[in-house]
């Protein structure tokens, strides 16, 4: 540089200029009152007859561009944590429901069994996890409440049974009684 506002090259880059390179540089000038600007150069080789008859220098502040940047690195600051909590809650809500999918599939035949309908059981998700151990406890219990209710309806089958007899003498003595009126002593 000259204080002339001439930029120079250095001698590697004229020396590469020479031999028909292009050369980029960024440099930093001052531009009076103290400050510095940075420039973005690009110096080309002009060929005459085979020879380097002159050469073309461009220059371009960045200032620009490094606001652009600046701004950029502001609005990113500011938007990553939106965008990082955005992406949480639907990432979030997806695996939730791909989760619980089959605790909802178990929760709708659990509805749907009665009293009348104990042989209905939950299908087992293909996983080795907690929802599989629900499901297996679950089947096992609804096992054992079918087989309450069979023991108690054979329960009730028998005693009905067993009691049929006794009853049906009892109600064939009453109606012998009530044919027709006896002494105290008779029924004795």
């Known amino acids: 540089e000259s204080s002339n506002g001439i930029i120079t090259f250095s001698k590697g880059n004229l020396q590469s200029i020479l031999e028909g390179n292009n050369n980029f540089e960024n440099r930093n000038v001052s531009t009076g009152k103290g400050k510095i600007t940075t420039f973005r150069l690009l110096a080309i080789p002009v060929f005459e007859n085979g020879k380097v008859a002159y050469i073309v220098q461009v220059a371009s502040s960045l200032a620009p561009a490094d ?68 499901a297996d406890t ?13 023991l108690q309806r054979q329960f009730i089958h028998d005693i009905s049974h067993e009691l049929r007899t006794p009853l049906t003498i009892i109600k064939g003595e009453m109606e012998v009684a009530l044919k027709k009126a006896r002494s105290q002593e008779e029924y004795s």
């Not at 679950?138 to 069979?150: A, G, K, P, Q, T």
């Open 138 to 150: 679950f089947n096992n219990m609804l096992e054992e409440i079918d087989r309450s209710f069979l």
């Open 67 to 134: 606001t652009a940047l600046n701004i950029l690195k502001i609005i990113l600051f500011l938007l990553l944590p939106l965008t990082v909590l955005a992406a949480s809650i639907i990432a979030g809500e997806f695996l939730a429901s791909v989760t619980l999918k089959p605790l909802n599939k178990m929760i709708k035949t659990v509805r749907q069994i009665t009293s009348q309908n104990l042989k209905l059981r939950i299908n087992i998700p293909d996983s080795k996890d907690e929802i599989k151990q629900l």
